[in-house]
């Protein structure tokens, strides 16, 4: 997805200073990366602010269904139960998908360097960094730019980038 407005040569500049913090120098000067890739990759769609705040929506909607069975429950109501019962299996895979999606990022930037970005216009400061970081991976096999690829990998199942 392209982006309308470019980010500012000083924001992708904080961005690589972050990934040097998390790769090193040395990491970084031998991979060809591509910052602008890397952010126009963003594969949120949403307010910045919404992301944070997407587990506690999550977890409010299964409170939401608790109460409701429990009402259902006072109400001697077996098809509203057995309905409820269906919702909390959904509500459930949603928590533990939602839960699982905000551990795939490793790398974290400062959160002065997040609100920059946020405030230049890119969506998902951490996912660029570790978009970054699996750049400097591929040419950095050995470092610790490969073992933090290693540990998202294992950390979730899906296929990271496009």
Do not use: C, Y
Request: charged share 30%; net charge negative; hydrophobic share 45%.
């Amino acid at each position: 997805m392209e982006r309308e407005t470019q980010p500012s040569r000083h924001a992708k500049e904080r961005l690589v200073e972050e990934l040097r913090e998390a790769v090193g120098d040395e990491a970084v000067e031998r991979a060809d990366i591509d910052v602008d890739r890397a952010i126009a990759q963003s594969d949120r769609h949403k307010t910045p602010e919404a992301g944070r705040s997407r587990i506690m929506f999550v977890v409010f909607g299964a409170l939401g269904v608790l109460v409701a069975g429990v009402v259902a429950l006072l109400l001697d109501s077996w098809v509203v139960l057995i309905v409820l019962l269906a919702l909390h299996a959904v509500v459930t895979t949603i928590v533990v998908t939602t839960v699982l999606k905000a551990t795939e990022n490793v790398e974290k930037p400062a959160p002065t360097t997040v609100a920059l970005l946020e405030d230049e216009g890119i969506d998902d400061p951490e996912g660029a960094l570790n978009r970054l970081v699996d750049q400097v991976a591929e040419a950095d096999e050995q470092g610790r730019a490969a073992e933090i690829a290693r540990e998202r990998r294992s950390v979730t199942p899906r296929e990271h980038g496009a």
